[in-house]
């Protein structure tokens, strides 16, 4: 993996006319389209002469004196569950075929149009969202930029959206997160991903998985690139400020979230909290017995199953057979849940929540890492249901703790440069979106030290 270059970045080289946005999309077009690369993989639909047109009226308009946003002529790619005008919104899956199309662009791709983006085209992702790791068995699985020889997992959902911007097809990809499916991609692929408080970007036009867990947010290279991302998205102005290190108390929790780490994610984890002390930074570790409970909680599929069997229903009846099997299998588990089984869900998670929220008094943000384990292989996951199915569980379960709290979160790198990615995941409750992003301002040098 190459270095990245952020929107900052481009941003300055179009003003200072060291480049165009038609020459920054044709490059990313024609890496999308190459034949030995993953873009075939990595996006369901491009829009080679959607996209350049956008190009060239960014041009003209930068040309004129204008420029919309920091991402105005930036090649930006879209998961597969965005609805866009006249297109069906196919969510990684055959399923919906002949199914309508939709009538208007959902509410952040017409934000992402007037601030100038270029949409290339939609990323794949796992079908409906429904897993952590990124295989899909219908569109082809993109595989991760670090060790691609082995063929390892880029994560999921929103695994294409992580690849479109290793690999130059986008500066930067738009994801969903119901259970860290922005926040697991980054991580495996050594980028920066921010999922932000649901309510704050709007969820109409995103095909649902979970209701009460879904939401948008950003895939790039930088937490600057987030922030400005997120601005654009949830109708904010203002990306924040770093926030001052000294002084800052981050809680590390030793329930549940340290459990079967690998070597590699240990040992990058306490390293970035060692860089993290030495900058002036007060790390203490706490125990949160309310995490041992979350399995439990969602022992019969949680609010996951429920709410998507819920808007499955009707489709699994009519085309069962064109789903993934290990998809499938996860949404029948709603079936079984009565409304009685719902509503305990959902008392359960408010007492949760606020049993978390009374435990993580006082501290800046709780920090934990994204994902116990480097990204396994493809082959290995696809071998038997078993080990898919322990992966998936595995990797999904520090990011879903985030989003059971109705939290913010970045993950952000932490490994050594030239060894396997590892993320850092910096967390706050609800809507202390703007703190947690500031602090990742703060602490990104830390942990990516040059």
């Known amino acids: 993996m190459t270095a990245l270059t952020t929107i900052a970045q481009h941003a300055a080289a179009l003003a200072a006319g060291r480049t165009t946005s038609a020459a920054l999309t044709d490059a990313a077009l024609a890496r999308i389209q190459a034949p030995q690369g993953e873009g075939a993989r990595a996006f369901t639909r491009v829009y080679d002469a959607g996209a350049r047109a956008a190009a ?7 040309g004129a004196g204008l420029a919309r946003s920091a991402i105005d002529g930036l090649p930006i790619s879209i998961k597969d569950l965005f609805d866009v005008a006249g297109e069906t919104t196919m969510a990684g899956s055959v399923a919906r075929r002949g199914e309508p199309a939709a009538v208007a662009d959902a509410p952040v ?15 794949n992702m796992t079908e409906f969202a429904f897993s ?3 295989i899909n068995p219908h569109y082809g699985t993109p595989l991760n930029a670090w060790d691609r020889a082995s063929g390892r997992i880029p994560g999921g959902s ?10 130059g097809m986008a500066v930067a990809g738009i994801g969903s997160d119901t259970g860290g499916s922005v926040r697991i991609p980054a991580a495996l692929c050594g980028l920066v991903g921010f999922k932000p408080t649901a309510r704050r970007v709007p969820l109409q036009g995103a095909l649902p998985l979970s209701a009460s867990l879904d939401s948008i947010g950003p895939i790039a290279a930088s ?24 002084g800052l108390r981050l809680a590390v929790p030793l329930t549940v979230a340290l459990d079967g780490m690998d070597d590699h994610v240990a040992a990058s984890f306490r390293t970035a909290l060692s860089r993290l002390s030495a900058a002036g930074v007060l790390v203490q570790e706490v125990e949160l017995p309310a995490f041992a409970k979350l399995a439990g909680i969602n022992a019969k599929g949680g609010l996951t199953a429920a709410e998507a069997w819920w808007w499955h229903r009707d489709l699994v009846a009519r085309a069962a057979a064109s789903y993934d099997p290990r998809v499938v299998s996860r949404i029948l588990r709603g079936k079984e849940l009565s409304a009685a089984d719902y509503l305990d869900l959902r008392q359960a998670r408010a007492a949760w929540t606020a049993e978390v929220g009374a435990a993580l008094e006082g501290f800046d943000a709780l920090v934990l890492p994204t994902v116990p384990v480097v990204a396994p292989t493809v082959a290995e996951l696809t071998a038997a249901d078993d080990d898919y199915f322990r992966a998936n569980g595995l990797i999904l379960r520090n990011p879903t703790l985030i989003n059971f709290l109705d939290g913010c979160a970045l993950s952000v790198p932490c490994h050594a440069p030239g060894t396997a ?24 040098a830390i942990l990516q030290p040059r």
Do not use: K, N, W, Y
């Not at 060239?56 to 930068?62: G, K, T, V």
């Not at 995941?425 to 990742?440: F, K, N, P, Q, T």
């Open 56 to 62: 060239r009226a960014a041009d003209e308009l930068r």
């Open 109 to 123: 791709v017409q934000r992402l149009r007037a601030a100038g983006a270029v949409i290339v085209g939609r990323t």
């Open 132 to 134: 952590g790791l990124g």
């Open 158 to 167: 929103s695994s294409g959206a992580a690849v479109s911007v290793t690999d």
């Open 223 to 246: 937490v600057d690139c987030c922030a400005r991302l997120d601005a654009i998205l949830s109708g904010h102005d203002l990306a924040p400020r770093p926030a001052t290190l000294r």
């Open 421 to 444: 990615p590892a993320g850092f995941m910096i967390a706050g409750g609800a809507m202390s979106d703007r703190r947690v992003l500031s602090l990742g301002l703060a602490l990104e």
